[in-house]
């Protein structure tokens, strides 16, 4: 059986422990060293970096998320055994693991985490599909002889030098399309690295529930069983007509799935789409000061974002939500493509204003879309404000100042109330 040891990377082919350095953290699979298409999802990643950042919280269950009417964005493993989970309204995290340290999200630190880990990602191939911040898809055929190593091996070592280096640990799915391989990443979680072979696609499936596909919520959920589809065996049994007649586009993918058939190419050149940053507020607020601060923190976000992703955006979207769960979105362009975070605020306080006295609000957004190269943005002058060229310097010289010393080295004003 080849096998690989993930903390030596040693190969070699046994049902026992690693011959060179004797640790059990080894993986075994018949098609180990053929298969070349990679999940890598980071494991409970914002809370991972403030863990790394702060090793105080080591031993300490940590939540990321918002106030207490908000909801959680990552929960380490620590909290997760107490039933924590993404996307839970904060107080019911609470109400399960009252003991948890909650911090706001950093997401400059994310980023810089994230592009540190992109950069390792992009030595082993140019072909990378980032789904977020902390997972991507990467395509590895034809790199075994740049490499002079199979693709698993040089996975494994992605995996280790992430820990060695950045401190921040990873899960590998590898498989032969990118539906399993994203399955596989979630086998094993953390520090997992599992394989699903082409010969064992169908009987590793078939007792599998659907909800193992990816982007089934809970409504295609409820489709399903309402048809006496529970488990892929159960959809195994539909012929291909019937799914479509039953499920319209939808059934020709779960048709295709069922048989572990996926023929989506793993894309370097994925457009992003918008950029955005919302809070829910602890509690409903219409003080200005305070939603002002908000919209310029947004902002900054939002900014940081388009920045590490060298892009820009020609529409500025605001998106509040009143005390009544009411919506309110607005929206405007601008002359040309920006990311920087004075004239996202300048418009986004704009449409604010727009809004009038409709308060108090539960939840703020500030987003960016129309997205383009960076290389277009931000360079025509504005003959109705001939200050905003000296505004865009200063942020660029705020910029260079934050990348030598930090991000808290230049704060504005307004961001502290």
């Known amino acids: 059986m080849p096998a690989l040891c993930r903390d030596c990377l040693t190969t070699f082919d046994s049902d026992t422990r690693c011959p060179a350095c004797r640790s059990p953290r080894v993986t075994r699979h018949p098609e180990l060293f053929d298969l070349t298409i990679a999940h890598m999802d980071c494991d409970a990643f914002y809370a991972s970096v403030e863990k790394r950042d702060n090793p105080d919280l080591a031993d300490k269950p940590l939540i990321i998320g918002g106030g207490r009417r908000g909801v959680v964005s990552t929960a380490c493993y620590i909290a997760r055994i107490k039933g924590v989970k993404s996307a839970m309204p904060m107080f019911k995290a609470l109400k399960l693991c009252p003991e948890a340290v909650v911090l706001r999200p950093r997401f400059d630190a994310y980023t810089e985490a994230s ?11 140019p072909v990378v599909e980032p789904l977020s911040l902390d997972e991507a898809f990467m395509d590895l055929s034809g790199t075994a002889r740049l490499h002079h190593a199979p693709p698993a091996v040089m996975l494994a070592r992605l995996v280790k030098r992430m820990k060695d280096e950045l401190g921040l640990t990873g899960s590998i799915g590898l498989s032969h399309n990118k539906f399993l391989a994203k399955v596989a990443s979630d086998l094993d979680k953390p520090r997992g690295f599992s394989v699903i072979g082409k010969e064992e696609t169908t009987a590793f499936l078939r007792p599998k529930s659907v909800r193992l596909i990816w982007g089934i919520g809970p409504a295609a959920q409820t489709s399903l069983n309402n048809a006496g589809i529970h488990t892929f065996d159960d959809l195994l049994r539909w012929d291909r007509r019937d799914l479509h007649d039953r499920f319209g586009g939808m059934g020709e993918r779960l048709y295709s799935l069922a048989r572990g058939e996926d023929g989506r190419k793993i894309s370097a050149r994925n457009p992003v789409k918008s950029l955005s940053n919302e ?3 602890s509690e409903d607020t ?3 000061d305070i939603l002002d601060g908000h919209i310029w923190r947004m902002a900054e976000k939002v900014s940081a974002r388009a920045k590490a992703k060298d892009k820009a955006g020609r529409v500025v979207t605001l998106k509040l939500k009143t005390h009544n769960f009411k919506g309110i979105t607005k929206r ?3 002359h040309h493509p ?3 975070a004075d004239t ?3 418009t986004a306080r704009g449409l604010f204003d727009q809004v009038g ?3 108090p609000y539960r939840l703020l957004g500030v987003g960016l879309s129309e997205i383009t190269s960076a290389e277009t943005a931000d360079r025509e002058g504005d003959l109705l404000d001939p200050d905003a060229g000296r505004r865009i310097d200063a942020e660029k010289a705020a910029d260079a100042i934050r990348e030598k010393f930090g991000a808290d080295a230049i704060i504005k004003g307004r961001a502290l109330r």
């Open 344 to 346: 996202i605020y300048r």
């Open 332 to 334: 405007q362009s601008l």
């Open 357 to 359: 006295d409709r308060g």
């Open 279 to 281: 809070t829910t507020f």
């Open 286 to 288: 219409g003080n200005d």
């Open 338 to 340: 920006t990311q920087i």
């Open 115 to 125: 592009r540190a880990i992109r950069a390792m990602m992009d030595e082993l191939t």
